[in-house]
């Protein structure tokens, strides 16, 4: 990874939160410098680290000036390289995902679908929603968003009405799948409250910035209503194709 490479990966959102770029699987991940803290929300994939810390020397940092860790979810792509600030960052995840990921579950965490790996580390704080984070500067809410998971979290921001959504919802309104632990039920519920906000950035794990924030909240709710709508439907036919066959 060459520094050019580097700085162009690296975009400035607002004064002091920067989005460091990833392609897939990798999830971005962002970094906020905090008037005492730094802090990434997500740190990627495990390959990744190299990258990271060379886009991190880009912003003046070494792996040791982070001080905070915020995972949205847990993912291979968006906590591989947790493990290598362990040592010097405190770690937070909501308290379902944090469970997960203390517990190697590689099942849900999907190491074990795409062979990936990660060094075991746990969760120093499991988050619930509501808990706030004050890095002086910005001001971070943890909302529990599940669907994607169980232990999804979105980070709002209401000072300057910014969302990180991690998995939940990207830009153009698009959701994710719904993986073990998540269901469509509780992502109806979860856009249902982020509808609620006012957001003027809205920051996704993957893909592009939403340029219609607000807008994409609703047309991520409205699919999900239809996904849950289709699911019904089918669901409802396989009944009365078993009822046909006498399966009981």
Not at 16 to 32: D, F, Q, R, T, W
Not at 138 to 150: A, D, F, N, Q, V
Not at 159 to 167: I, P, Q, Y
Request: aromatic share 10%; charged share 20%; hydrophobic share 35%.
């Amino acid at each position: 990874m060459t520094d050019n490479i580097a700085v162009s990966m690296i975009v400035e959102l607002r004064p002091n939160i920067y989005m460091i770029k990833a392609e897939k699987p990798g999830s971005h991940v962002y970094l906020i410098k905090g008037n005492s803290k730094n802090v990434l929300i997500d740190t990627g994939m495990t390959a990744n680290f190299p990258y990271l810390k060379a886009c991190l020397h880009e912003l003046g940092l070494r792996p040791k000036d982070v001080h905070f860790i915020i995972l949205t979810h847990e993912h291979f792509d968006h906590i591989g390289t947790t493990s290598y600030f362990f040592d010097t960052a405190v770690v937070a995840a909501h308290r379902l995902a944090a469970n997960k990921i203390e517990l190697q579950d590689e099942f849900v965490t999907m190491t074990k679908y795409y062979n990936a790996s990660y060094k075991p580390f746990h969760a120093d704080i499991w988050l619930e929603d509501g808990t706030m984070i004050d890095l002086g500067n910005y001001k971070l809410r943890t909302i529990h968003t599940p669907g994607h998971t169980s232990g999804c979290i979105c980070l709002y921001e209401a000072n300057e009405k910014l969302l990180f959504t991690g998995d939940t919802v990207f830009g153009g309104g698009t959701l994710s799948g719904i993986a073990s632990s998540g269901n469509i039920s509780d992502y109806m519920n979860s856009l249902q409250r982020l509808s609620a906000l006012r957001i003027k950035g809205l920051y996704p794990g993957h893909g592009r910035p939403s340029e219609d924030p607000e807008g994409d909240i609703l047309r991520g709710l409205e699919y999900a209503r239809d996904l849950f709508e289709d699911t019904k439907i089918l669901f409802d036919t396989l009944a009365q194709k078993r009822g046909r066959q006498g399966v009981v």
